[in-house]
């Protein structure tokens, strides 16, 4: 049974990749689907084919209800515009799924400041500009008594969560994404909405042609465990009002595999002195080099204590 009927749903950067792969699933789940998508290069430049229309089409040939907005997410006034229109249009706004994205890969040495700031756009506000909207949309509703079950997906990835050298515009908007879920997620609470973010391990233009992603043979028919659909139904699900009791969280998809993310947290083990006062600079090394386990912890004020 269709668990999105008569929702509708925003999915940003939905022409190619992960968000096609999502818009499809959405639909296909019953759901409403606007594609937000201004059709532009992987580096966000303009590019000449409209992806974005072709999904729309594709769900509608199937007997689903799409639309396609072409529009920058990181364009504020028109995100809020997009709110408006869409409840307008179609009578709600029950999900956003933040799938945008563009790379500008470089070192951080030759990393121009403009590459920094058009991934952090895309990515960071971008997300924010949705969340912020939609989220002061769900609140009029909740403050004027209409119930409501808001769900946002966001969308990190392993370069935010554990580093990738080259990728440290993307890498610093991608662990902002995930703060951004966590503390969303409590503020949007009270309003019966959910904010999670998916960390999914797939094949795009972002990552097409190398390392772990490289396509190989894969037989007809067969699993892919790099299919840029593979992530879909967690999005689809959480985008439904089953997963009300989810919410702040970041779940790694990597093919047929669902973990979760621990977020930040103390290690188990610290160094203290033995005694009440202030730590020392010159016990710093040694203190640090035993916490990281360059060598064992000797004895007198050094010593391994629980976290409490």
Do not use: C
């Not at 059709?39 to 396609?68: F, R």
């Not at 952090?120 to 949309?137: D, E, P, Q, R």
């Not at 190398?210 to 299919?227: P, Y």
């Not at 040694?286 to 386990?293: E, V």
């Amino acid at each position: 049974m269709a668990i999105l009927t008569d929702r509708v749903a925003i999915v940003t950067g939905g022409g190619l990749g992960l968000g096609r792969a999502h818009s499809l699933e959405l639909a296909a789940q019953g759901a409403t689907v606007v594609i937000v998508d201004p059709s532009v290069t992987l580096d966000g430049k303009p590019a000449t084919d409209t992806p974005a229309q072709q999904v729309v089409n594709e769900i509608e040939a199937a007997g689903g209800k799409a639309k396609w907005v072409n529009l920058s997410v990181t364009d504020f006034d028109g995100v809020e515009q997009l709110v408006k229109d869409v409840v307008d249009e179609f009578g709600s706004l029950d999900a956003v799924v933040n799938n945008a994205g563009i790379t500008r890969d470089k070192m951080i040495v030759t990393m121009a400041e403009g590459d920094w700031d058009a991934v952090i756009a895309v990515h960071l506000k971008g997300t924010f500009n949705l969340i912020h909207h939609v989220g002061a949309h769900w609140r009029a509703l909740s403050k004027a008594g209409t119930p409501t079950s808001g769900r946002i997906i966001n969308t990190v990835s392993g370069t935010g969560l554990r580093g990738n050298v080259g990728q440290t515009n993307y890498g610093a908007a991608k662990a902002a994404i995930a703060n951004v879920t966590i503390i969303s997620g409590m503020e949007l609470a009270a309003y019966g909405a959910t904010v999670n973010a998916i960390a999914p391990v797939a094949r795009t233009r972002m990552t097409d042609g190398g390392g772990n992603f490289a396509r190989g043979e894969v037989a007809e028919g067969a699993f892919d465990a790099f299919a840029p659909g593979n992530s879909s139904p967690v999005v689809a699900y959480l985008a439904s009002e089953k997963a009300g009791w989810i919410n702040g969280q970041v779940i790694r998809v990597d093919g047929n595999k669902l973990r979760f993310y621990h977020r930040w947290r103390p290690s188990d083990q610290a160094y203290e002195p033995t005694e009440e006062r202030i730590l020392e600079t010159s016990e710093i090394d040694l203190a640090l080099k035993g916490l990281y386990g360059a060598f064992p912890f000797g004895q007198g004020d050094r010593r391994l204590l629980l976290d409490s």
